[in-house]
């Protein structure tokens, strides 16, 4: 039986990532205990989703389902979205509002707080069966975790160990959360994406900035992203957070011309779009970055590209699939023309989105193509082995290693003997 201790790790530098870990059931399991219910804040939802008193949202930490809810003092609630009593799923809209949470099996009622409040027949009838005669529905609540909240972003964590949210974020992050949460949001829609791979494989995606122009034609064509325009990477201090960042129009054409040269089937000037409203950028931060991959250990992205806003939740569903719940934003203060080019910009991201669509395909072909070679590794030397530090360029996969470097160390794993 494998285990994440016995996965090999020939170098101490995380440059070389064992494919076992992508498929081994049984690490799978560990990773919900040490991971999603270890010393972890995870991703639940944004303040924005749930404004009122009992708008609720069901959503998953791991695999494991939760119900999140607004109690009627203001207060944020998350509870395992379970009825007590049989196990059954409370609540299973995807969204609501609720002034009792009631269960469908045995009618079951937990109020906004998660306290057991009602229970039909609970002394019987006519003086025969019920429950017994000590039992008290004070003594029954929901599990609970524990909730915060940063700047209307909502993270939840079952460890009574966690260190405080705004530590485990760190000032790096907090301050990419504060630049694109600068002001009241509004909501403007939801995606679901399925995929055949490993949770840990979009994490490696999404922290490689180097596959952005490679992979997806449309960004390196249009010029939305390039990794010749002035960008890099910065983390937060043990690395287990990622941003990385990057201007447009701050490349040259001719040097575009010459690094994509033998990349021709990603990059090519001779396409064009007869409608090109896409690609605009209305600048709307005082910096001159133009998109950002925001990506917070375990479940969290958040992106800004050009004026596209949106958070991506990874849900785990086992081992080989995992489910994204994207959830799309702007401004309150927009006007209508505003909100119409972001919902076009919408287009570039989610299952069909224009520059995104590729990334679960990729996803899926590591998954399938290291089902049989889990003894070998993956090689992840771009931007450098040695230090995790962080880099003024994109070309690097820096950002990988320093999520592995983190998963290695709440998975117990031991030390490599030496460095490669």
Same mark, same amino acid.
């Given at each position: 039986?494998?285990?994440?201790?016995?996965?090999?790790?020939?170098?101490?530098?995380?440059?070389?990532?064992?494919?076992?870990?992508?498929?081994?059931?049984?690490?799978?399991?560990?990773?919900?205990?040490?991971?999603?219910?270890?010393?972890?804040?995870?991703?639940?939802?944004?303040?924005?989703?749930?404004?009122?008193?009992?708008?609720?949202?069901?959503?998953?930490?791991?695999?494991?389902?939760?119900?999140?809810?607004?109690?009627?003092?203001?207060?944020?609630?998350?509870?395992?979205?379970?009825?007590?009593? =049989?196990?059954?799923?409370?609540?299973?809209?995807?969204?609501?509002?609720?002034?009792?949470?009631?269960?469908?099996?045995?009618?079951?009622?937990?109020?906004?707080?998660?306290?057991?409040?009602?229970?039909?027949?609970?002394?019987?009838?006519?003086?025969?069966?019920?429950?017994?005669?000590?039992?008290?529905?004070?003594?029954?609540?929901?599990?609970?975790?524990?909730?915060?909240?940063?700047?209307?972003?909502?993270?939840?964590?079952?460890?009574?160990?966690?260190?405080?949210?705004?530590?485990?974020?760190?000032?790096?992050?907090?301050?990419?959360?504060?630049?694109?949460?600068?002001?009241?949001? #509004?909501?403007?829609?939801?995606?679901?994406?399925?995929?055949?791979?490993?949770?840990?494989?979009?994490?490696?995606?999404?922290?490689?900035?180097?596959?952005?122009?490679?992979?997806?034609?449309?960004?390196?064509?249009?010029?939305?992203?390039?990794?010749?325009?002035?960008?890099?990477?910065?983390?937060?201090?043990?690395?287990?957070?990622?941003?990385?960042?990057?201007?447009?129009?701050?490349?040259?054409?001719?040097?575009?011309?010459?690094?994509?040269?033998?990349? #021709?089937?990603?990059?090519?000037?001779?396409?064009?779009?007869?409608?090109?409203?896409?690609?605009?950028?209305? #600048?709307?931060?005082?910096?001159?970055?133009?998109?950002?991959?925001?990506?917070?250990?375990?479940?969290?992205?958040?992106?800004?590209?050009?004026?596209?806003?949106?958070?991506?939740?990874?849900?785990?569903?086992?081992?080989?699939?995992?489910?994204?719940?994207?959830?799309?934003?702007?401004?309150?203060?927009?006007?209508?023309?505003?909100?119409?080019? =972001?919902?076009?910009?919408?287009?570039?991201?989610?299952?069909?989105?224009?520059?995104?669509?590729?990334?679960?395909?990729?996803?899926?072909?590591?998954?399938?193509?290291?089902?049989?070679?889990?003894?070998?590794?993956?090689?992840?030397?771009?931007?450098?082995?040695?230090?995790?530090?962080?880099?003024?360029?994109?070309?690097?996969?820096?950002?990988?290693?320093?999520?592995?470097?983190?998963?290695?160390?709440?998975?117990?794993?031991?030390?490599?003997?030496?460095?490669?």
């Amino acid at each position: 039986m494998a285990t994440a201790m016995s996965l090999e790790w020939p170098v101490d530098d995380f440059t070389r990532i064992p494919f076992a870990a992508y498929h081994d059931d049984e690490v799978y399991v560990e990773e919900q205990e040490r991971i999603f219910r270890g010393p972890t804040w995870c991703y639940l939802g944004l303040e924005a989703e749930i404004p009122n008193a009992g708008d609720f949202v069901t959503t998953l930490v791991g695999d494991t389902p939760i119900l999140l809810n607004r109690q009627h003092d203001g207060a944020v609630s998350a509870f395992i979205n379970r009825c007590m009593h =049989r196990g059954t799923l409370l609540e299973r809209e995807c969204r609501g509002n609720a002034s009792m949470h009631t269960c469908l099996y045995h009618q079951w009622s937990y109020d906004l707080g998660g306290q057991l409040r009602a229970i039909p027949f609970m002394r019987g009838h006519n003086g025969e069966g019920g429950m017994p005669a000590d039992f008290e529905p004070s003594s029954i609540s929901l599990d609970s975790m524990h909730v915060d909240v940063y700047n209307g972003v909502i993270f939840g964590s079952f460890s009574d160990s966690v260190e405080p949210l705004v530590d485990y974020l760190g000032p790096t992050v907090r301050a990419d959360i504060d630049r694109i949460f600068n002001r009241p949001i #509004k909501l403007l829609g939801y995606q679901r994406q399925r995929i055949f791979g490993n949770w840990k494989l979009y994490n490696d995606n999404v922290r490689d900035p180097n596959h952005g122009a490679l992979l997806h034609m449309f960004h390196a064509t249009f010029g939305l992203y390039r990794p010749t325009q002035t960008g890099g990477i910065r983390m937060d201090e043990r690395h287990r957070h990622s941003t990385s960042y990057s201007a447009m129009g701050t490349s040259d054409d001719e040097d575009d011309a010459k690094a994509f040269a033998d990349t #021709k089937k990603v990059f090519d000037e001779g396409f064009h779009l007869r409608d090109e409203s896409m690609l605009q950028y209305v #600048k709307e931060y005082p910096d001159d970055v133009s998109l950002i991959i925001l990506s917070v250990f375990p479940n969290l992205v958040v992106q800004q590209i050009t004026n596209s806003l949106c958070t991506r939740q990874i849900q785990t569903v086992g081992p080989g699939e995992l489910e994204l719940y994207w959830t799309y934003f702007g401004y309150e203060d927009d006007d209508e023309e505003m909100t119409r080019h =972001r919902l076009n910009q919408a287009n570039l991201v989610g299952p069909g989105g224009l520059i995104s669509m590729e990334d679960g395909e990729a996803v899926e072909l590591v998954q399938r193509a290291v089902l049989r070679e889990q003894d070998q590794h993956a090689f992840v030397e771009i931007g450098g082995k040695g230090d995790i530090v962080d880099q003024e360029y994109l070309v690097t996969e820096m950002p990988i290693r320093g999520f592995w470097s983190y998963y290695y160390e709440l998975m117990g794993i031991e030390p490599a003997a030496e460095a490669g």
